[in-house]
């Protein structure tokens, strides 16, 4: 797999940086950069950029702002997830949460700049203005409402939940705009893009459900079980441990196989295939399936 | 002064529409309308329309959705700053707060959900693209950090307050970016127009601490006093009833003088006029100095 971790954690800096210039309220401040340190697996920009890069990339510097416009709006998701009123998390990446070092005025004011920042950065990127106001609108659809990540929390506070529209917009919307927004970065038509962020998505659900069955709060470094204590909805709970990791299996074969035809076609391919074994660590993998 | 309430409900209840359109959850969809219902006095995009309409307008459909992401965020501003964790406001226009009438939870996210909109709403106008961008950065800009409403209300966590800062982004920046925004979508600079809405901003910064200080609470809607209770710096405290009215009229007449020279200077000038005694209402004026 491409290393893009330096590239996107130089351009995550940079447009931090520039929401802290000038006269800007310290601690408000200071939030930025606390919700996007120590990076997470920045998962959803890295496929962003490689989709790009199989798309035969054209334009980095606006390849650059919508995966940090993307990281972004993951990050501010995170700090406003983790607040009392929703999962009451103390620690997020190895580290106290948001509101839990700050305040929680601070860190639900740090998740709203976070999410116009992503919408600043990418404004910024003049250069081709169609594909620019194309990002925003992807980003845009797959963050608010009726279908994006703000309506999977929505989902939450529902009596009777869609679990089709829940699991698509809580997990999967980021991640069909990471592979959409890669392919509108590098100019290509992003609708064929859709199925692989969908299915990507789909992965990471069950992945995420079968960590937070297997894995040692030392390995997440955040607290398991939080599924089973909000009474959400599982994969284990409804397929077994070892119907999910078939089924884990079986969504990431159908993602490879929907990868649109592309200059980096076997490259992606070969990403999606990484992901599969770092979704789900060996060790857990192995305490589930002895001797495979 | 040219009435353009009901040109603004129609273009923000298509957008609302489009938020709560196909599967959605359907309480957080409720919040959406309730954020934006019933209108206040739409003071900030009607000083867009008015701009974009004394330039020269020849975009109208850029001109809504200017208007439109503008008092968005407004309302999601609102919104977020009523929380208990804020204002701890139960009563906004006359009716129950939105955590009040729905949950803290669906507030919060309906904050983030029209805060996205604002931009999805910008993003949709694809006819001028390089200046659906721009309004998009002007928007941020005046939104997020460092200098946006988000910057304002950050400046209420530290030990120090600069005054200057915090009233310019507090209350300053959505009226700039009114004025810019107007001069933008009708494809001029928006340059000129940053004095005019920060002038504004100040205007409106007085006279809510004038109508706070003299006003009932059944006149305003909401629960008067609170600056005092929250220590919040006041112009009536620091120059008297008197001082803050006659400080008022000063900043509007630099408004006025402020005015870009352009096809509808005379109507603008008219406009800022009409609100001084908006802003004011004229029983409390007659309650501060009786017999003038």
Not at 137 to 161: F, H, K, Y
Not at 177 to 204: K, N, S, V, Y
Request: proline share 6%; glycine share 10%; aromatic share 4%.
């Amino acid at each position: 797999m491409i290393d893009t971790s330096d590239r996107i954690n130089t351009a995550l800096t940079a447009a931090i940086r520039a929401g802290q210039a000038g006269i800007a309220p310290q601690k408000l401040a200071q939030t930025l950069e606390y919700a996007v340190t120590p990076g997470g697996a920045r998962i959803r920009p890295t496929i962003l950029i490689s989709v790009a890069r199989a798309c035969g990339e054209d334009q980095p510097a606006l390849t650059d702002a919508a995966a940090v416009a993307l990281e972004l709006i993951h990050c501010a998701s995170l700090v406003h997830d983790d607040l009392p009123m929703f999962d009451d998390a103390d620690m997020r990446r190895g580290k106290p949460t948001m509101h839990r070092a700050f305040s929680e005025p601070l860190a639900l004011l740090s998740g709203d700049s976070l999410i116009v920042m992503a919408f600043q950065v990418l404004a910024r990127v003049t250069a081709t203005p169609d594909r620019a106001l194309g990002l925003i609108s992807i980003l845009g659809d797959r963050t608010g409402m009726p279908g994006g990540i703000c309506a999977g929390q929505g989902w939450e506070s529902e009596a009777e939940i869609d679990l089709s529209a829940y699991h698509q917009a809580k997990t999967g919307a980021l991640f069909i705009a990471a592979t959409q927004m890669g392919a509108l970065a590098a100019g290509q038509d992003p609708e064929p893009w859709e199925e692989l962020g969908a299915r990507i998505g789909e992965a990471f659900q069950v992945a995420d459900d079968l960590r937070d069955a297997l894995c040692s709060a030392d390995e997440l470094g955040k607290p398991v079980g939080q599924d089973d204590l909000h009474g959400r909805p599982n994969a284990v709970q409804s397929l077994g441990l070892k119907g999910a990791v078939t089924r884990l299996d079986n969504i990431l074969a159908g993602a490879i196989a929907s990868i649109p035809s592309c200059p980096g076609e076997a490259g992606l391919a070969q990403m999606v295939r990484a992901y599969a074994d770092r979704m789900v660590p060996a060790s857990a993998r192995a305490r589930l399936v002895p001797g495979e």
